[in-house]
């Protein structure tokens, strides 16, 4: 198959192309460097010919809804009209396991994502999957000063190694509409993992919990993000991700 990977230079987007990479695929990544703009759509439509099928791992950290939706939707209609008129015949997208009734914030835009694609004329899957283990670095990397204030977050991380595989296999099975939910082995709070990973690093900082407002606080807080029983599980716990050579000490 020949993969077309937007984003494929990111957190998940690198581990996607080397599981393509490892399973024989053709691949291709999209990069404003090479003339392919997903937030223009200029030089989509020459980059996408040939694609079998196309992953769109892109992504924006705001915590503006409407920036998050404005980016998402953007991205996503560039990207299906260019693979409807070139013929691609599968359009797969990351998600987030249980943001359904988290309308707001970043998820905002995920879910318009999510509508965007169901709405569109290219054949589909939606794959959704826990946060990361990459996620309590990001955080930790965002905030300045001697203390990480942490949202009261129920999770199932999975390590974003296991995503990009996950990626591969849902590209090669053909389009489904929705995946099977991938979500990691164990049951975690977020603000637990941030120590832990400052302790492993070596990292003095004080940690401290908070309850966010609204809706997009109390959906971090139900417990939602960890999916349900139905979800595939991966394999690779926290800790064995904090001692492996995919995490950087201090990232």
């Known amino acids: 198959m020949k993969l077309t990977i937007a984003g494929g230079t990111g957190t998940v987007g690198r581990f996607v192309v080397e599981a393509a990479l490892s399973h024989g695929h053709e691949v291709v990544v999209l990069s404003r460097r090479n003339g392919s703009d997903i937030l223009t759509g200029e030089g989509l439509r020459p980059a996408l010919r040939g694609a079998d099928a196309v992953i769109d791992v892109t992504n924006l950290v705001v915590m503006s809804a409407a920036k998050a939706r404005s980016f998402f939707e953007t991205g996503t209609r560039n990207l299906l009209a260019a693979e409807k008129a070139v013929g691609v015949g599968h359009h797969i997208a990351l998600s987030i396991v249980g943001i359904d009734d988290i309308d707001s914030s970043y998820y905002a835009g995920k879910l318009a994502q999510e509508r965007a694609i169901a709405a569109g004329d290219v054949p589909y899957t939606i794959a959704r ?95 939602s993000l960890r999916g349900d029983a139905r979800a595939l599980r991966a394999t690779i716990t926290f800790d064995e991700w904090l001692r492996s050579p995919d995490h950087t000490v201090g990232a």
């Open 129 to 223: 999957t826990g946060q990361f283990h990459e996620f309590p670095g990001q955080l930790l990397a965002g905030m300045g000063g001697p203390i990480a204030m942490i949202p009261k977050s129920p999770i199932r991380p999975v390590a974003a190694r296991e995503v990009g595989a996950h990626l591969v296999d849902v590209a090669e099975a053909g389009p489904v509409g929705r995946a099977r939910d991938l979500v990691g082995p164990r049951d975690e709070e977020l603000i637990d993992l941030v120590r832990r990973q400052l302790e492993f690093d070596g990292i003095r900082r004080r940690v401290l919990g908070m309850r966010l407002p609204g809706a997009y606080g109390k959906g971090l807080a139900s417990g």
